[in-house]
T-cell receptor, first 115, second 112 residues
Framework: KAGVTQTPRYLIKTRGQQVTLSCSPI?????VSWYQQTPGQGLQFLFE???????NKGNFPGRFSGRQFSNSRSEMNVSTLELGDSALYLC??????????????FGEGSRLTVL | AQSVAQPEDQVNVAEGNPLTVKCTYS??????LFWYVQYPNRGLQFLLK??????LVKGSYGFEAEFNKSQTSFHLKKPSALVSDSALYFC??????????FGKGTRLHILP
């Protein structure tokens, strides 16, 4: 069974641009959550989707948004990029009705560098 | 505020010795606790979880964790460390709003 797939793996953007990251969950998983990982802040929860509905949201500005499609694939978008948005963005999928009833399966991440 | 603390940024252990990676939590209600491991340039991998039941939880790769309600701790342990256990370890807790909170991570170095 294929794991969680994130694309692109690496990308470089400049300040003010926007970026869209994609996540394909494990087949049959309907819950997808997103995390930002930085050396200073560690792992921070961005948002979680289940059946195309956002069920939970972390403490990030409105520049960070996401969505989930009917096939459970998810995208996150960051608009008006800032230098501080440079991070590894991780997506995780879960079989349960919430992201946290059981284990999360993580993708390998999308590493965003903002210049 | 609900939180997870991993008091050690780095732990060094000689190969073959027992290892402990510490985690304490602060959450209202009954906690759901998790340990994840991250190898270089990879995503996180699930190791084990505590939901309810026995305080000693066994997980992948020979790891186990002990839930201690009175000390609000969930320390990760392994009886005999391997060099391949060297990685970044994260403790996590589900809070009462169903959000997951991760600790800052502890880098484990197993010395040959």
């Amino acid at each position: 069974k294929a794991g969680v797939t994130q694309t692109p793996r690496y990308l470089i953007k400049t300040r003010g641009q926007q970026v869209t990251l994609s996540c394909s969950p494990i087949s049959g998983h309907r819950s997808v959550s997103w995390y930002q990982q930085t050396p200073g802040q560690g792992l921070q929860f961005l948002f979680e989707y289940f059946s195309e509905t956002q069920r939970n949201k972390g403490n990030f500005p409105g520049r960070f948004s996401g969505r989930q499609f009917s096939n459970s694939r998810s995208e996150m978008n960051v608009s008006t990029l800032e230098l501080g948005d440079s991070a590894l963005y991780l997506c995780a999928s879960s079989l349960g009705t919430t992201a946290f009833s059981g284990e999360l399966f993580f993708g390998e991440g999308s590493r965003l560098t903002v210049l | 505020a609900q939180s997870v603390a991993q008091p050690e940024d780095q732990v060094n252990v000689a190969e073959g010795n027992p290892l402990t990676v510490k985690c304490t939590y602060s959450v209202s209600g009954n906690p759901y606790l998790f340990w994840y491991v991250q190898y270089p340039n990879r995503g996180l991998q699930f190791l084990l979880k505590y939901i309810t039941g026995d305080n000693l939880v066994k997980g992948s790769y020979g790891f186990e964790a002990e839930f201690n309600k009175s000390q609000t701790s969930f320390h990760l342990k392994k009886p005999s460390a391997l060099v391949s256990d060297s990685a970044l370890y994260f403790c996590a807790v589900r809070d009462n709003r169903d959000k997951i909170i991760f600790g800052k991570g502890t880098r484990l170095h197993i010395l040959p």
